[in-house]
């Protein structure tokens, strides 16, 4: 597909909800698990797999939010 159709179907919907679920929640969680961490090494590879996931998630958000045609 050289260009994503002008609507979603509710299966898309329900799997974009779902992306944004899962990175939420994966970022949530190595936050989480970097403050129970003592050792450096493993809480700042903590801390970096949550700021991936929560820059996956904004990405995912802000793709949806300027997409022409959208009600915020």
Partial sequence: ???PPNMI????LLYLTDMLSWNLNA???ANF???QCQMPEIQ???????Q???RHY???LNHLNN???TVN
Avoid at 44 to 50: F, G, H, M, N, S
């Fill in 1 to 3: 597909m050289q260009q």
């Fill in 9 to 12: 179907s509710s299966k898309d």
């Fill in 27 to 29: 970022s949530k969680k």
């Fill in 33 to 35: 698990y970097a403050g």
């Fill in 44 to 50: 700042q590879a903590l801390e970096t797999t949550a």
């Fill in 52 to 54: 991936m996931h929560q």
């Fill in 58 to 60: 904004q990405q995912i």
């Fill in 67 to 69: 997409q022409p045609g």
